[in-house]
């Protein structure tokens, strides 16, 4: 009775557009208002400040301050100049540069948002300024931040990793292999798009302009190196190395001149925004999971599901069927926040490793990003591209073949996921 309630009433509320995180509270609070706890809303606060007293959390604030630094003191432009110079010149070239920026760009962001809305501005105005439609810069920027969440420091893979209690660095190291796999499959399907589709080309850079831009553009893809070295050796936790990472941005823009205390401040402002949004969210949520741990909802979902579904792939082909739907409305981190307490009971009934889970989840997930009506990404390309949403949305569908075809990969082989974490840390 009380799950129905606080389903029914977050549903009620997202139908009627209130925001996520007032959503998941008023909801919340509501259930709890019409069950045997009216008397103990004391609960509500002890929930929310006790689901983010977690210090694998702190990793999160400095993981967005070092992209958000990145974007701020001029270091994503440098690395879309690299990308530009070493493949530029190929078939289909700036879409191709587009990608492998994405991947750059990735390890010092971590979230696909970010990467769309700071990068997303020079990709956009240099494909367009060359000739391309706006609509397919749109569409192949959004589409190649889906990288994002799977390179680190990813933001998604910590707050997954909090969630499922598993290791941060082999969730990060779980993610490379499928980021390569997803940038692959863009890379191939740009490339058959321009035998079809003819394409602007550039000529190709000179062996000076090369070394010029490698020099310029190489230092800022260490940050992510050092996050990963920093939890890998143990010499850091993830916070630490995040702190690291912003230092050593910092130590860069002084360096290449670009330092500016009225942009560090900015970068500085908006992550606080983000990391207080994503920790409201995570303490509401927690509220809402010990509801439903009360009500030993996942525990009645764990006995039913496996007498339906007799075999794992199965399985995550239903849970791929239903994070597609979520991810249309609701973003990533919020929708693991709500779905993974719920489906970890199943996840090890059906014996799936929780690395392999995590990232075919992420996978049906981040795909909301470009997914209508509510993909957050088409908004945002279509604003900076001053096009309208529905240009894009034309545009973008093509390019949901090769990633689904790489999300069925992932489910169906879980070495994609594990091959790495298992090569570098040993087996679990």
Excluded at 87 to 101: C, S
Excluded at 260 to 266: G, K, N, P, T
Excluded at 382 to 391: G, K, L, N, T
Aim: net charge neutral; charged share 10%.
């Amino acid at each position: 009775m009380t799950a129905g309630l606080l389903f029914a009433g977050f549903v009620t509320l997202l139908a009627l557009r209130v925001s996520i995180t007032m959503a998941i509270g008023v909801s919340v609070l509501g259930a709890l208002l019409m069950s045997d706890f009216s008397g103990d809303l004391w609960i509500v606060p002890m929930r929310v400040l006790e689901g983010v007293d977690n210090t694998s959390l702190l990793a999160i604030p400095f993981f967005v301050l070092a992209g958000t630094l990145m974007n701020a003191v001029g270091l994503t432009e440098r690395m879309f100049n690299l990308a530009n110079a070493l493949i530029g010149h190929f078939k289909a070239g700036l879409a191709q540069v587009n990608v492998l920026a994405s991947v750059m760009l990735a390890g010092g962001t971590g979230a696909a948002v970010a990467d769309v809305a700071g990068l997303g501005v020079v990709e956009i105005r240099a494909m367009r300024e060359r000739g391309y439609q706006a609509s397919f810069a749109a569409a192949i920027t959004t589409v190649s931040a889906i990288l994002a969440p799977f390179i680190p420091p990813s933001i998604p893979l910590v707050v997954y990793a909090f969630l499922a209690n598993v290791s941060v660095a082999r969730m990060f190291l779980a993610g490379i292999v499928p980021a390569l796999l997803i940038a692959l499959s863009l890379l191939i399907f740009n490339r058959l798009y321009a035998a079809v589709v003819e394409l602007p080309t550039q000529p190709k850079a000179s062996g000076r302009e090369i070394w010029v831009n490698i020099l310029k553009g190489t230092p800022p893809l260490a940050a992510p190196g050092i996050i990963m070295a920093g939890i890998l050796t143990g010499t850091t936790t993830a916070a630490e190395a995040g702190i690291l990472a912003c230092g050593y941005t910092l130590l860069l823009s002084l360096f290449y001149g670009s330092f500016s205390f009225r942009h560090v401040w900015q970068a500085v402002g908006d992550t606080m925004l983000i990391t207080a949004m994503i920790l409201i969210i995570i303490g509401f949520a927690n509220g809402m999971g010990w509801l439903l741990a009360v009500e030993r909802i996942p525990q009645d979902i764990a006995a039913v599901v496996p007498d339906l579904i007799d075999r794992p792939f199965f399985f995550l082909l239903g849970v791929i069927a239903l994070v597609l739907v979520v991810g249309c409305f609701i973003d990533g981190v919020t929708a693991k926040l709500l779905l993974v307490p719920i489906m970890l009971p199943l996840v090890d009934a059906y014996g799936i490793d929780r690395i392999h889970f995590g990232i075919v989840m992420q996978m049906g997930l981040i795909l909301g990003l470009a997914t209508p009506p509510l993909g957050i990404g088409l908004y945002i390309v279509a604003r900076i591209a001053d096009i309208p949403v529905e240009s894009v949305v034309k545009s973008v569908l093509p390019f949901f073949i090769p990633l689904t075809i790489v999300l069925l990969l992932l489910a169906a082989v879980p070495q994609f996921s594990l091959w790495l974490p298992d090569a570098v840390m040993g087996p679990r």
